[in-house]
């Protein structure tokens, strides 16, 4: 089955971008979409399609998909976007969903 | 707007039963589907499968196929996840979340979860 590689953590300066990585086979061909979950919450869907925003979502938060790696990018840091990333992707072989296993994003 | 609420926590004893339900309030699960994804303590989203209430198709994760049913009651916009003879180790919050009509299964609104300990 496919299978969605991310970096445990991410740690990033109030005010600066950071970059959360989704490593799969040729995902470049593949749609992904990016969620955010605080602490005791449900995920929340931040990025689809690749680089689309659901209504509410801030513009700084952005997706690109090219090769091997997708990438979810947050501009701007602030210490409300510490959370855990999962990106997600749909395996067509197997007609599941797949989840990457999360990075959890620190800003110090 | 859309929300769906989730029945409350489950204490069960291992090779019991346990259920559920996830109803969709201020609308309707019409033309979307119903994925269920747990999350074990401390660890990632796992995706167990997911149901067509229009047409009741379900498909199952693997790893899930001979333990759960998925099934919708339309009349009353709820969906239902059992899960039989479960183990220690399907202690998780166990979310249900709708897709958005058209994309490749982005789910765009969950349930609040509910916590499902089995001991």
């Known amino acids: 089955s496919y299978v969605l590689t991310q970096p445990p953590s991410v740690s990033v300066a109030p005010g600066q971008t950071a970059r959360i990585t989704c490593g799969g086979n040729?995902?470049?061909?593949?749609?992904v979409h990016w969620y955010q979950q605080k602490p005791g919450q449900a995920p929340e869907l931040v990025v689809y399609?690749?680089?689309d925003r659901p209504s509410g979502i801030p513009e700084r938060f952005s997706g690109s998909n090219s090769g091997n790696t997708a990438t979810l990018t947050i501009s701007r840091v602030e210490a409300g976007d510490e959370a855990d990333y999962y990106c997600?992707?749909?395996?067509?072989?197997?007609?599941?969903?797949?989840f990457g296993g999360g990075t959890t994003l620190t800003v110090v | 707007q859309v929300h769906l609420v989730q029945s409350g926590a489950e204490v069960k004893k291992p090779g019991s039963s346990v259920k559920v339900s996830c109803k969709a309030s201020g609308g309707t699960f019409s033309s979307h589907t119903i994925n269920w994804v747990r999350q074990a303590p401390g660890q990632g989203l796992e995706w167990m499968g997911r149901?067509?209430?229009?047409?009741?198709?379900?498909n199952y994760a693997q790893k899930f196929k001979d333990r759960v049913t998925f099934t919708a009651d339309e009349s009353t916009s709820t969906a239902y996840m059992a899960l039989s003879s479960p183990r220690s180790e399907d202690t998780a919050v166990y979310y249900c979340?709708?897709?958005?009509?058209?994309?490749?299964?982005?789910?765009?609104?969950w349930g609040q979860g509910t916590k499902v300990i089995v001991s």
């Open positions: 399609d690749d680089r």
């Open positions: 040729n995902i470049g061909s593949e749609i």
């Open positions: 149901l067509i209430p229009d047409f009741g198709t379900t």
């Open positions: 997600q992707v749909w395996d067509s072989t197997a007609d599941h969903v797949v």
């Open positions: 979340a709708r897709d958005i009509v058209g994309s490749t299964w982005a789910l765009d609104i």
